[in-house]
């Protein structure tokens, strides 16, 4: 994707299986969060957003956990596709307007 | 509903020139922010637009500049250009100002300085 560097993370994993990508973000003041997947030339897309009276949100294949004691969060796809590979970006919301801060990304490459 | 578009998609410019990207965000739309987008440094704010005032900047020099307008459409200027700059310039829209809720990104202008 447009964001692929040398220190992104990666993750492979097998089409079937669970996926799970981490985020540690750094502002314990933070109160929205998103989860982004970027496609190569492609821009963000929204995948699912959480908020901080929140610990735990579903969507459809998906999952965010918010643990605010470590500031970690967590994206969760389950049954995971080739169609899912992607760069995926956590990103962070003080209600400072529409700033976010991202994270540095995860490459995600399923295996057929 | 038409998603937000940017143009241009690609330009290549030299060093020292200046540039202006366009962001058209989705109808109805009035919050236009820019990120820039590079290998070392991630996606990083630039600056959001609301009701064509700026309401919150980035850490960027004064050469990237923006403006909106009444119409909500926004444009970034990047002054006396340099090979740092480039990046992926990606605009994003929103409904609100804050308060929570996704960004729409559009798919970037891909901005080469030489």
């Known amino acids: 994707g447009e964001s692929v560097g040398l220190h992104l993370p990666t993750l492979s994993v097998q089409e079937g299986d669970n996926s799970i990508i981490n985020c540690a973000y750094s502002n314990s003041a933070s109160d929205y969060f998103i989860w982004y997947k970027q496609e190569s030339g492609k821009g963000p897309q929204f995948i699912i957003d959480i908020r901080s009276n929140m610990d735990k949100r579903q969507g459809q294949r998906v999952t965010v956990l918010l643990n605010k004691t470590v500031k970690h969060l967590s994206l969760q796809i389950a049954a995971t596709q080739p169609g899912d590979s992607a760069v995926y970006f956590c990103?962070?919301?003080?209600?400072?307007?529409?700033?976010?801060?991202f994270g540095t990304g995860t490459s995600l490459t399923v295996i057929p | 509903k038409a998603g937000v578009t940017q143009t241009p998609r690609y330009l290549i410019k030299t060093r020292g020139q200046q540039v202006t990207l366009s962001c058209s965000p989705i109808?109805?739309?009035?919050?236009v922010s820019w990120y820039q987008q590079t290998p070392g440094q991630g996606l990083q704010f630039l600056f959001e637009?609301?009701?064509?005032?700026?309401?919150n900047k980035g850490n960027f020099p004064g050469r990237f500049s923006g403006r909106q307008f009444s119409n909500s459409r926004s444009e970034m200027n990047v002054s006396t250009l340099e090979l740092g700059d480039s990046a992926l310039y990606l605009c994003?829209?929103?409904?609100?100002?804050?308060?929570?809720?996704?960004?729409?990104f559009g798919e970037g202008s891909r901005l080469t300085v030489l």
């Open positions: 109808s109805g739309h009035r919050s």
């Open positions: 637009y609301f009701s064509e005032t700026q309401r």
């Open positions: 994003a829209s929103s409904p609100r100002q804050g308060g929570g809720g996704e960004l729409f």
């Open positions: 990103a962070e919301n003080t209600n400072t307007g529409n700033q976010f801060y």
